[in-house]
């Protein structure tokens, strides 16, 4: 078995005019197949680790050092990717009472989460992604994270993400990475933020 790029769950020009169909389609069709392909490229070197990129990432020591960075960069990616596709929606969807509440609980109100979370995706030097996680203690927190690191190699499971990496947006906003994260929050699926809310605390 390998690892298998999944399909978009919507199609490429379903989040139009938010996302663009010609972003969507290099962003899935090119960099996230680019990142399947390189690690299985990784992994079929040591098959004795098996395929759980969950369960490796959680536990980085595990890997071999010769292929370590390798599953990071693109087992991560695989990951994130994977994610995030989940997190968009083409149909509008409201936050559930649940995820409301803890939002409230760990920042106040839904306005001071969105600008925490804006500054973290803004703030990212380089490229990276921005987080809303429940961390160990169970509480949401936002972070960011670089290159396609994921915040499973920390402990935290993250149910919200959002890719600011210059592919993800430079053909509908070019240098503009905040109309970007502005328009993200417009297609968030939080029926998935929810379902991931609910597994992780
Ligand atoms: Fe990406």
New binding site residues.
């Given amino acids: 078995m390998a690892i298998i790029l999944p399909d978009l769950p919507y199609a490429y020009d379903a989040l139009e005019p938010v996302f663009d169909t010609e972003t969507m389609t290099l962003?899935h069709d090119k960099?996230?197949a680019t990142y399947v392909a390189n690690v299985n490229a990784a992994l079929e070197k040591h098959p004795e680790i098996g395929e759980d990129l969950e369960a490796l990432l959680s536990n980085v020591e595990s890997i071999p050092a010769d292929i370590r960075q390798a599953v990071i960069n693109n087992g991560g990616?695989h990951l994130?990717?994977a994610l995030?596709w989940e997190l968009l929606s083409p149909e509008k969807t409201e936050i559930t009472e649940d995820v409301a509440a803890a939002i409230n609980e760990a920042f106040g109100s839904f306005e001071e989460f969105q600008a925490v979370f804006t500054a973290a995706a803004t703030t990212r030097f380089g490229s990276g992604w921005a987080w809303l996680v429940v961390n160990a203690e169970g509480k949401l927190e936002v972070l960011s994270t670089a290159n396609q690191d994921t915040p499973i190699m920390d402990g935290k499971k993250p149910i919200l993400a959002l890719?600011v990496?210059e592919?993800?947006y430079y053909l509908n906003y070019r240098n503009v990475r905040p109309n970007y994260i502005k328009a993200f929050f417009e297609i968030i699926n939080w029926n998935k933020v929810a379902e991931l809310y609910a597994a992780a605390k």
Avoid: K, Q
Wanted: charged share 10%.
């Fill in positions: 962003h960099h996230h990616g994130n990717h995030f890719d990496w592919h993800a």
